[in-house]
C-alpha cells in the first residue's frame, strides 16, 4: 500500500471537493514551463544541505503528537546566526525543496516528516515558496507556517470579554487573502486542549502536517492554510488534557456535509439579495399593532424532496395565496438525527444540507419576502446532542455544557444543556442569534423550550438540581443569558421579533429588560409569548361533546383574565398534532360533519380572539391524520378526484377568507395588547355554548364575534350592542356553503333595537348558525 492510499483510508467522509493538492497541480504544471530556479551552490544533494538547529527533543516530541501550543515557533523561517532557518512538517513528502531569491534549496529530511535547512548569508526572511515531492509528484505550495496571525487583536479581545456580536467573522474557516496569498483561515475555541490541528480531504484525513497555534489566554487556536478554499471538507483534530485525540466538527461551520457524514465544509456566500424593499420597511410598524398570521412549516416535508430552491418556487406563493403574513420554519440548523424534526442541534451556524447550501437557504427566503412574507425560525439554545463529534466535552471537558451533572444533563432528552454563566457560551448563542437576522435575513427568532431554561429542578427531582445563590429555583445565568440577546437582538436588527415558546406563568416575558417586575428580575425582553394556557385550554374544551362543553365554558373565557399580562401569540403548533394528540379536526366530536364545523369555528374564534395566530401546516384544510415528518401533509386530499375533496378545499377557503378579512380590519390586531380593544358581549352562556365580544380598533370601530359551540341553530338570539351602531353586516361566517357549511347566513344587515340586552341599552337579534362563528361589522 502506497503512502496516498494508506492515508486515504483514514477519510471519515464521502463528499468530494478539490483538495489542496489538485489546486496546486496547476500551479507546479504551470511552473514547470518557465526557467527552473537555479540550485543553491553544494545544496544539489541532501548531503549537501546546510542544517538548520536542531529541534529540541520536547518540541519535536509534542509537536508530532499534536501537543504543541506554537508550531509557528518551531516551523516556518526564522533568522538564526548565520542566516535564515527554515523548517517544513510535511508527513509523508519524498522531498522538500526551498524557492527563494530565485534559488532552489533542498531541504535536509530530518524524519518523521520534518525537513529543515538554513539559508545562509540572509538577514531577514526572504520571500519564499516550497515544492513539495510526493511519490514523483512535484506541488507548488505556500507555507502555512510564514503567516503572521490572520485574525486581529480586537477580535482576540472581543472573544476574550465574550462580546464579539460578529463572531461567525472570527471563528470558524473563512477563505480570504492574508498577506497576499488566498487560502482559509481556520481558528477554534478550545480552551482546554493541549494542541489543536486542521484536518480534511486536503490531508486525507491525517491533520499531523497542519498544527494550529494558541492565540493567547483566549483559548482560541488558528492557522492560515494556503491554497484551501471553498469545497473543502474539514475537522479539528484535538488532543485532550489527557493526551487522547478526538476528531470534531467545527461549532462555528457555516456549511457542513449531509447527514449521516459529519464534517464541516468551507464556504463563503455569493448571494445577491433582493429583499431590500421588505428589509427597509420591515420595522415600519410595531408587530403587536400588525397583523400577524402565522403558517408553520417543516421544510424538509412540506413537499418532500424539494430543495431550498425548489421550495422557493411554491411555498411563497401557496402563503401569499392563503393571506398568511408569516412562516414559521421549524429548525433549519443542521442537525444529525432527521426524527428530531431540527431540535438537537450540532450545527448552529449552518443550514441543513439536506436541501442545499446556505445560499440556496437564503435564495428562499428572499424569495419569501419578494413574496411579501416575513420569515421566522425556530432557534434550540436550551440544549444540544451528546454526539462524540460534536459540542459535548469538545476539548476533553466540558466547554459547551456546564460541567456539573445537575445543571447540564438534560432529565427529558438525554442532551446537554448549555452554561449560560459562561461569558464564551454566551457569546457562542448570542452571536448566532445576530448571525440568522443579519446574514439570512431572518425577521424574527422562537425560541424553543424557554421554560426549561429558566428552572434549575426543570423536570428534576429534589436533590437532582442546585438552588442559585439565593437559594432559589430560578437559573439566573439563563435569565441574564435570555436578557442580553433580546437585545442585542433588538438593538442590532431593527424590525425583528423574538418569541418565547414559554410553558409557565413567569413574569414578565415580553416585559423590556431593564423594567424590573414585582419577582425583582427584569423583563426577559421577549417581543411575543405563545399562549400555551389558551392552547390548552380552548382545545380541551372543544374536544368535549358539545352536551358536555357548558361544564367547561370557563376554558374559553379564562384567558382573558390574563390576555394582557404579555404579548400573545396563540399557537396551534405542530407539537398538537402528533404523538397521539391528533389533527386539530380528528380532536372534535360527531361525525364528519361536525368535526369539520367545529374546526372552522374554532378557526373564527381564534382569529378574532386578542393575540396573533399561528396554525401548522395540514390543519389548513383540516387533515384528518397526524403530522408525519416522513411524508408531511396530506396534500391528496385537495385532489379533485377524490370524493371527499370539496370538504377540505372548503376549510382551506375558510383560511383564506379569515386571513384576508383579519388583515383588513384593524379592530382584531391593533389593539391586541391593550384591553381597549375587547369587550365581553356574553361569556357566562354556557347552556347554550355561545360566546360574543367586540374587538375595536384605535378609532373605536367595532367588529363583533359570535360563536355557537352547539350543533343546533338558536333563532331570534338577543346579543347586547353599542347603541351607535345601527345596523351590522356579516363579512364571515363559517358555517357558509362554500366551506362546506350549512349555509345559515345572514344576506340582510341585522338592525340595532332599542332593546336592553347584557348590560347595554341596544341589541340585536340574530340567527345563529350550527357549529359556527359568525363575524359582524357596522354596515
Not at 472573544?159 to 471563528?171: D, F, T
Not at 433580546?486 to 442590532?492: C, E, K, P
Not at 357549511?741 to 341596544?762: F, L, N, Q, Y
Request: charged share 25%; glycine share 10%.
Amino acid at each position: 500500500m502506497t503512502a496516498r492510499s494508506a492515508r486515504k483510508t483514514a477519510r471519515t467522509t464521502t463528499a468530494e471537493v478539490p483538495t489542496a493538492q489538485t489546486v496546486t497541480k496547476a500551479t507546479t504544471t504551470a511552473a514547470a514551463k518557465t526557467p527552473a530556479p537555479r540550485a543553491e551552490a553544494g545544496g544539489g544533494r541532501a548531503g549537501g544541505v546546510r542544517k538548520a538547529p536542531p529541534l529540541g527533543a520536547d518540541d519535536r516530541a509534542r509537536l508530532l503528537a499534536g501537543e504543541h501550543h506554537d508550531p509557528h515557533g518551531l516551523l516556518g523561517a526564522h533568522p538564526v546566526r548565520g542566516g535564515v532557518a527554515i523548517r517544513v512538517l510535511r508527513p509523508y513528502a519524498r522531498e522538500v525543496t526551498v524557492i527563494a531569491k530565485g534559488k532552489r534549496t533542498p531541504l535536509h529530511d530530518d524524519g518523521d516528516g520534518l525537513f529543515s535547512g538554513l539559508l545562509p548569508l540572509l538577514r531577514k526572511v526572504p520571500e519564499y515558496e516550497l515544492r513539495v515531492r510526493y511519490d514523483g509528484d512535484e506541488l507548488a505550495v505556500q507555507d502555512p507556517y510564514r503567516f503572521l496571525p490572520s485574525l486581529g487583536e480586537l477580535d482576540l479581545h472581543l472573544i476574550g470579554e465574550g462580546r464579539h456580536e460578529e463572531l461567525w467573522k472570527a471563528l470558524g474557516a473563512r477563505p480570504m487573502t492574508h498577506q497576499g496569498v488566498t487560502g482559509t483561515r481556520f481558528t477554534v475555541w478550545a480552551p482546554n486542549a493541549r494542541g489543536v490541528r486542521v484536518t480534511g480531504d486536503f490531508t486525507y484525513w491525517d491533520g499531523t502536517g497542519l498544527p494550529m497555534r494558541s492565540l493567547g489566554a483566549t483559548g482560541v487556536w488558528e492557522l492560515f492554510v494556503p491554497g484551501i478554499g471553498e469545497g473543502a471538507v474539514y475537522k479539528f483534530d484535538i488532543t485532550r488534557p489527557d493526551g487522547s485525540h478526538t476528531l470534531r466538527a467545527d461549532p462555528m461551520a457555516r456549511r457542513t456535509e449531509c447527514p449521516p457524514n459529519t464534517a464541516s465544509i468551507v464556504t463563503d456566500s455569493h448571494h445577491t439579495w433582493g429583499d431590500a424593499e421588505w428589509m427597509a420597511g420591515r420595522g415600519a410598524r410595531p408587530h403587536h399593532e400588525s397583523p400577524f398570521s402565522v403558517y408553520e412549516v417543516h421544510l424538509g416535508s412540506w413537499r418532500p424532496g424539494l430543495t431550498y430552491r425548489q421550495l422557493a418556487e411554491q411555498l411563497p406563493a401557496y402563503v401569499r395565496d392563503l393571506g398568511f403574513t408569516h412562516v414559521e420554519l421549524m429548525p433549519v440548523t443542521e442537525h444529525p438525527f432527521g426524527g428530531s424534526w431540527g431540535y438537537q442541534v450540532t450545527g448552529f451556524y449552518a443550514p441543513t444540507s439536506r436541501m442545499g447550501t446556505p445560499d440556496d437557504f437564503k435564495y428562499l427566503v428572499d424569495a419569501l419576502h419578494r413574496a411579501g412574507i416575513g420569515v421566522l425560525m425556530d432557534w434550540v439554545p436550551a440544549h444540544f446532542p451528546r454526539d462524540d463529534w460534536a459540542l459535548a466535552e469538545f476539548d476533553g471537558r466540558p466547554l459547551y455544557e456546564h460541567e456539573d451533572p445537575r445543571k447540564s444533563a438534560h432529565p427529558d432528552w438525554g442532551t446537554l444543556e448549555f452554561d449560560y454563566g459562561r461569558k464564551e457560551v454566551r457569546n457562542f448563542l448570542v452571536a448566532n442569534a445576530v448571525y440568522w437576522c443579519e446574514e439570512f435575513h431572518i425577521d424574527g427568532l422562537r425560541v424553543d423550550a424557554v421554560a426549561s431554561m429558566l428552572y434549575l429542578d426543570y423536570s428534576r427531582e429534589n436533590g437532582d438540581w442546585v438552588p442559585n445563590e439565593f437559594g432559589g429555583r430560578e437559573n439566573l445565568d439563563a435569565v441574564a443569558f435570555l436578557q442580553e440577546m433580546n437585545a442585542t437582538v433588538y438593538r442590532r436588527c431593527p424590525g425583528v421579533i423574538t418569541f418565547a415558546e414559554e410553558s409557565t406563568a413567569w413574569d414578565g416575558v415580553t416585559r423590556a429588560t431593564d423594567q424590573v417586575g414585582p419577582g425583582g428580575f427584569g423583563g426577559l425582553g421577549f417581543g411575543m409569548k405563545w399562549n400555551m394556557g389558551w392552547m390548552h385550554d380552548s382545545l380541551g374544551y372543544v374536544s368535549k361533546e358539545p352536551v358536555h362543553r357548558k361544564y367547561h365554558h370557563n376554558e374559553m373565557t379564562f384567558s382573558m383574565v390574563y390576555a394582557y399580562s404579555e404579548n400573545y401569540i396563540l399557537p396551534i403548533s405542530h407539537d398538537e398534532v402528533v404523538h397521539g394528540k391528533q389533527a386539530l379536526v380528528s380532536k372534535m366530536p360527531g361525525d364528519w360533519w361536525q368535526r369539520r364545523a367545529n374546526h372552522r369555528a374554532y378557526l373564527g374564534f381564534m382569529w378574532a380572539h386578542p393575540g396573533k395566530q399561528l396554525l401548522f401546516m395540514g390543519q389548513e384544510f383540516a387533515q384528518g391524520a397526524e403530522w408525519s415528518a416522513d411524508h408531511g401533509p396530506d396534500w391528496w386530499l385537495l385532489d379533485p378526484a377524490y370524493d371527499a375533496e370539496p370538504d377540505h378545499r372548503g376549510v382551506r377557503d375558510l383560511v383564506r377568507d379569515l386571513n384576508t378579512v383579519y388583515g383588513r380590519t384593524p379592530a382584531l390586531w391593533e389593539r391586541d395588547t391593550v384591553p381597549e380593544g375587547f369587550q365581553w358581549v356574553v361569556g357566562d352562556a354556557a347552556e347554550d355554548n355561545v360566546f360574543a365580544f367586540l374587538r375595536y380598533d384605535k378609532d373605536g370601530s367595532p367588529l363583533l364575534a359570535v360563536c355557537n359551540f352547539s350543533p343546533v341553530v338558536r333563532h331570534d338570539y338577543r346579543l347586547g350592542v353599542p347603541e351607535t351602531v345601527a345596523a351590522w353586516t356579516e363579512v364571515l361566517n363559517t358555517d357558509a356553503a362554500r366551506y362546506g357549511g350549512s349555509d345559515v347566513v345572514g344576506t340582510d344587515p341585522v338592525k340595532t333595537e332599542t332593546v336592553p340586552s347584557h348590560g347595554r341599552p341596544a341589541s340585536v337579534r340574530m340567527t345563529l348558525p350550527p357549529l359556527a362563528t359568525v363575524w359582524l361589522r357596522p354596515a
